[in-house]
């Protein structure tokens, strides 16, 4: 008799002992965000920048899946903001999502908003960033979800290495942002892209601003790799060494092996780097990031530099720069390297393990089918123009060039308030079909509509997005990004998009998952998404001057009839407009 007691003792502490870690992580993770000026000097130039608390880049915020977050953000600066943690799911907790005037209103000048939501399921590498105007520019961070299970990768990790690039503009942003809309012509392109912050030598007065991280021969790291650029997608590689992507926007991928990565901005990338070669005599290996470029608007085209440091047997390890010159590493794809971004793209592949699932929606209730790209517009009465024959640029989504309104569409979808001709539907298809990578590319452009246009689906809709670059203007690499919700990138190629054969080829197996994806220059790419989050959710080009020219809509995912289907309510101390 007493070994049965005995027996359920033991398998109720067995029990609790599985069950106790996951009622443990219900951990909650407050921080404390001000948003403020802090004079920062780059390039032998010292100016004000935007940052949280003063750190420039950003505070990293580190949690575990599972975790709850609060991040209590103030505004102590004389424009109003919001923060946006890319990538987060915001499962029911759209409010805290974050987009200026799509999910609320701003945070006016000395007032506070506490970001609250869970991290459901999700694991890996994210990012967070202010999404209002061009403030992303230096209010940005990591945002790192620990797993609770191993890393499904076995070799042992010595260390994290964060790499966020950023792009450092030795002028005000946010006039950069006004200049070009009040011209109508393209942004000033950055001063110099960065690695942490730091441009590293190849810039001007910078051989302190540079980011070195030392190694230990026959060890492996774990690169987390944001790319927190405005306007650039980039390479990256290190001299010598080979990289293995295990993860991408916080999804584990099946490892391969590469010389270098794409990454657009949004996007982020978790890679292992072995530290396997032989160093020279100064010990140092170049890393280097530099643009993918495939616009023909201005743009920088610098590159930044840092180096890994093997440890030597020296009981004094000094840290110095070698000195100049400094080679690139020649496994550093050149500036329009598309082929290069395209076997890159190709070779990422879910996981699809029995533990990570790839859930790619097999058949789709609904397919939208949506162009993507640049307009020449007709410059407004009365004003003047600066772009090409005294138009001004902008650019759309099916010709709807996107305006955030001056309320909040979450608010107003959740309270029902009837703007329905504000927030009318989105075209399904282009309004007119033409041939979008071969027409001509100055002569005939359209003028876009201007307009605030959502497309709206029931709780637990499939949907397909099919995104087609137009050339209209030239031809670009868009990475357009989802909020709310992770899709599957099923299919992608050059050329126009055709309904009858590519989806025959589609992936249905084992496509990438992501929040972001390099649509291909003069090419498409064909998304699915599970739209099982309600609420108002953003879909835009990560390029900030698309952005801020139109290229963005919205997705209304309406709630489902169970009440775990449906948004918590607005929180007290939502910002009001
Ligand atoms: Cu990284 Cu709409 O954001
Ligand atoms: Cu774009």
Not at 35 to 60: A, D, S
Request: with cysteine; net charge neutral; aromatic share 10%.
């Amino acid at each position: 008799m007493g070994s049965f007691y005995h027996q359920i003792f033991v398998t109720l502490v067995l029990l609790l002992s599985i069950f106790l870690p996951c009622s443990l992580s219900s951990t909650t993770r407050r921080f404390e965000f001000n948003v403020k000026w802090k004079n920062v000097k780059r390039l032998c130039n010292t100016r004000p920048v935007l940052t949280v608390n003063g750190e420039y880049p950003g505070p990293t915020i580190s949690v575990h899946e599972g975790d709850n977050v609060e991040v209590k953000v103030t505004n102590r600066v004389d424009m109003n903001t919001t923060l946006h943690w890319h990538g987060i799911r915001q499962l029911r907790t759209g409010w805290a999502d974050g987009p200026a005037y799509v999910t609320q209103c701003p945070i006016g000048t000395g007032k506070s908003y506490t970001y609250r939501f869970t991290v459901v399921n999700q694991r890996g590498t994210l990012w967070w960033h202010a999404h209002l105007s061009w403030q992303r520019s230096t209010v940005n961070g990591a945002f790192i979800i620990y797993p609770r299970m191993p890393y499904p990768f076995s070799v042992p990790i010595q260390e994290e290495i964060p790499i966020t690039f950023g792009e450092w503009f030795n002028s005000d942003v946010m006039a950069i942002e006004k200049d070009m809309m009040l011209t109508g012509v393209g942004p000033n392109a950055s001063d110099a892209y960065t690695i942490n912050g730091l441009p590293g030598p190849l810039y001007n007065c910078s051989l302190k601003d540079t980011f070195i991280k030392t190694v230990e021969h026959g060890k492996t790291y774990l690169l987390r790799i944001i790319n927190a650029a405005l306007n650039d997608e980039l390479f990256f590689a290190v001299a010598d060494h080979t990289l293995t992507v295990v993860e991408i926007d916080a999804v584990y991928t099946k490892p391969f092996t590469t010389k270098a990565i794409m990454i657009a901005p949004g996007q982020t990338t978790n890679v292992l780097l072995t530290a396997n070669q032989k160093p020279d005599s100064t010990g140092m290996f170049v890393l280097a990031a530099r643009p993918y470029l495939t616009s023909i608007f201005p743009f920088d085209n610098s590159t930044t530099i840092g180096f890994l440091k093997y440890k030597t047997t020296k009981s004094k390890e000094t840290v110095e720069l070698p000195l100049p010159p400094y080679t690139l590493p020649s496994n550093l794809p050149a500036l329009q390297d598309t082929e290069f971004a395209t076997e890159f793209a190709n070779k990422l592949r879910s996981l699809g393990s029995p533990q990570y699932p790839c859930k790619v929606p097999k058949k789709v209730h609904k397919q939208v089918i949506t162009t993507i790209g640049l307009n020449l517009q007709d410059c407004p009465p009365n004003k003047t123009c600066k772009g090409f024959r005294n138009q001004r640029f902008l650019a759309s989504m099916n010709n709807q060039s996107f305006i955030r309104p001056p309320i909040s569409i979450l608010e107003c979808h959740y309270k029902n308030l009837s703007m329905a001709n504000l927030f009318s539907n989105f075209p399904e298809k282009p309004p007119v079909p033409f041939n979008y990578t071969g027409v001509n590319s100055l002569t005939e452009n359209m003028n876009a509509e201007f307009g605030s246009k959502l497309v709206v689906v029931p709780y637990g809709t499939r949907l397909e997005i099919v995104l087609q670059d137009t050339n209209f203007l030239n031809p670009e690499n868009h990475p357009i990004h989802v909020h709310g919700h992770n899709f599957f990138i099923v299919g992608c190629g050059f050329g126009n998009f055709d309904a009858e054969k590519d989806p025959l080829h589609y992936n249905l197996v084992d496509p990438p998952e992501r929040n972001t994806v390099a649509v291909p220059i003069g090419g498409w790419a064909a998304i699915r998404i599970h739209a099982d989050n309600p609420g108002v959710w953003f879909i835009h080009c990560h390029l900030e001057e698309h952005t801020t020219w139109g290229l963005a809509m919205g997705l209304v995912v309406q709630e489902g009839k169970n009440p775990s289907q449906c948004l918590i309510p607005p929180p007290d101390d939502l910002p009001p407009c």
